[in-house]
Each structure stands twice: as structure tokens, then as C-alpha cells.
């Protein structure tokens, strides 16, 4: 697989690690204007580092874009007439359309659209896929590239603006709950290193538990309750401050900003 991260910023870079992680290129352009702060991948002998967006299009088949919204149009004006049929084009750019993507490259070309999160540099990112009309042939070769790093849902285009925020935003909403448990955690008396190691295991093994048994939340909330004990007490406390509604009035905030960034 010749792969390319055109915009190899806080994203591309983790896809680079992700990717690296899991032996998934033969090799791996990695592109930005300023290749100072990236040059150290060259060590690893198959990637490539540059800011010649036309060298990486030209030496790679799949092209991962993720660079800021308003650098993309230009990126592809720049890039589109080296586009053949061995290019997939995958997009992990907020907000710009398919359609878009269409009108500057064409409707003939292998177009995805996936919203990964950071956590792909350690091969645990839930990553969303859609794709245009031609690039349905290609959606099976997305997910087999995002589930060497993670985990992967085809859903439709209409429904990535809620994917960016439950996935891509939902890494930062759960660091803070893990920061904040975190902070309780010092609070009963354990040093700051000892605390987080206890919040992010318990976080860890809660999702597993779901993900391996596939049973429901409330169902596993059930089996910790011990009657008249701290667990219900605690829960209904942090129900009485707005838990669940804060998170959910979180969630609903940040999709209405994001569908105000795509009117804008
Ligand atoms: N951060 C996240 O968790 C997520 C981000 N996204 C989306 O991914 C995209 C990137 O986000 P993020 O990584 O945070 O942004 P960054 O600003 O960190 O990265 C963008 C990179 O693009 C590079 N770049 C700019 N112009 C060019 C160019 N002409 N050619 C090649 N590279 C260029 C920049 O480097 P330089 O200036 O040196 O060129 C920069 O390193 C955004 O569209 C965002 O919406 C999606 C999901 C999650
Ligand atoms: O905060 C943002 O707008 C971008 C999109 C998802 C993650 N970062």
C-alpha cells in the first residue's frame, strides 16, 4: 500500500503513527509547507517527508487529506490532473462535502470521506466512513486501511457532522471526564500519577466491558449498585448536578457550532 498524508498536522501525524504502528504502508509520503518539525520520520526508512504535495500524489495510490478546511480547495486545484484510476482519495476534512470534493476533482474518482480521532496513533480510533457513487468500490479497502487501526462504521454522508462530534470531539469530552475523575481521585488521597492510572484503566475496562459482552450501560450500572451502598449514592449525586444532561447539551453545542462552521 502507497500511502500519503497531504497535511501532516495534528491528525495526519497521528494517522503517520497509527499506520506506522501497524505495518500498514509499503510506503508513506508525509507532506506540510514546513517540513522542519516533521523530518524526524524519515528515519523510518519507507516515508518519505516533503512539501511537494505533487511528488506525494504522484509515487502514492491512496491520498489522505488532512489539512484545515480552507487550504483543501487549493490542494486539490494544485493536485487533481495527476489524479488516475489508481488513486483513492480520502478526506478527513471537517464539513467539506462530497459533492465539493466533486466539482474540483470529479465525479470519475474514488472519493471517501472518513472522520478518524486521534486515537489512531495507537490503533484505537473509531473512524466513520462514506463515500461518492464511485467510491463505494473502494469504501471495503477504507475500512481494511482504518481497522488495522481501530474500529470502523460506513454511515451516510448526512450523518458526519454528528460523527465528527461524537468521535473526533468525543476524544477531548473524554479526556475531561477522565481528567476530572482524575481530580477526585487526588482529592481521596492518591498522588496525581497514581489517580489518572486509576481513571484511565477504570475508563478502559468500562468500554471493554460493553464492547466485549455486549450488554447495555444501565445492565452493568445494575451489577455495581449495591443497594443503600456509594456507588447509587454517587451516581444520583452527580445526577442531581446535570451529568448526563451537561454531556448531552454538550454534544447537541458543539453540532450546532459545527453546522454554523459549514454555513459560514
Ligand atoms: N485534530 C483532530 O482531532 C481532527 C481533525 N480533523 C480534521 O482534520 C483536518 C486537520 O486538522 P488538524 O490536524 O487538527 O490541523 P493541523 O493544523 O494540525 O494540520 C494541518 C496541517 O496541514 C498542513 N498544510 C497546510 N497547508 C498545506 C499545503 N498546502 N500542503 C500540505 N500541507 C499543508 C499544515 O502544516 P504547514 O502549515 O507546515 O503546511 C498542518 O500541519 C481538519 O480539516 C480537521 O477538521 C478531523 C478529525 C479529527
Ligand atoms: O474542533 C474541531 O473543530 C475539529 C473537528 C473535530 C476535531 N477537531
Redesign the pocket.
Same mark, same amino acid.
Given at each position: 500500500m502507497k500511502i500519503a498524508i =497531504? $497535511?501532516? $498536522?495534528?491528525? $495526519?501525524l497521528a494517522i503517520a503513527k497509527g499506520i506506522l504502528h501497524s505495518n500498514g504502508a509499503t510506503t508513506m509520503y508525509l +507532506?506540510?509547507?514546513?517540513i522542519k518539525s516533521i523530518q524526524e520520520f524519515e528515519k523510518y526508512g519507507n516515508v518519505t517527508v516533503t512539501?511537494d &504535495?505533487q511528488e506525494a500524489v504522484k509515487n502514492s495510490d491512496i491520498l489522505i487529506f %488532512?489539512?484545515? @478546511?480552507g487550504?483543501?480547495a487549493? =490542494?486539490l486545484q494544485e493536485t487533481k490532473d495527476l489524479l488516475t484510476e489508481k488513486h483513492v482519495v480520502i478526506s +478527513? =476534512? +471537517?464539513g467539506f462535502k462530497i459533492p465539493r470534493i466533486e466539482e474540483i476533482i470529479g465525479s470519475d474518482k474514488y472519493i471517501i470521506r472518513s472522520? @478518524? &480521532?486521534?486515537a489512531i496513533s495507537v490503533g484505537k480510533s473509531m473512524t466513520c466512513i462514506c463515500s461518492n457513487e464511485l467510491g463505494k468500490k473502494r469504501v471495503d479497502l477504507a475500512k481494511a486501511i482504518f481497522n488495522r487501526m481501530g474500529h470502523t462504521m460506513e454511515i451516510p454522508e448526512d450523518q458526519m457532522q454528528a460523527a +465528527?462530534v461524537i468521535c %473526533?470531539s468525543g =476524544?477531548a469530552f473524554w479526556m475531561r471526564l477522565i481528567r476530572a475523575t482524575t481530580q477526585g481521585a487526588i482529592q481521596l488521597g492518591f498522588d496525581a500519577k497514581e489517580a489518572q492510572e486509576l481513571a484511565m484503566h477504570t475508563c478502559n475496562g468500562a468500554a471493554s466491558l460493553l464492547i466485549e459482552s455486549g450488554s447495555h450501560p444501565e445492565e452493568e450500572i445494575d451489577r455495581v449498585t449495591t443497594p443503600k451502598g456509594c456507588t447509587i449514592e454517587g451516581l444520583n449525586e452527580m445526577e442531581h448536578q446535570g451529568l448526563s444532561s451537561s454531556l448531552i447539551r454538550g454534544i447537541v453545542s458543539s453540532f450546532e457550532k459545527i453546522s454554523e462552521i459549514r454555513k459560514g
Open positions: =497531504i $497535511g501532516a $498536522g495534528n491528525l $495526519g +507532506t506540510k509547507r514546513n512539501s &504535495n %488532512a489539512v484545515q @478546511p487550504h483543501f487549493s =490542494i +478527513t =476534512i +471537517t472522520m @478518524p &480521532n486521534t +465528527t %473526533a =476524544i
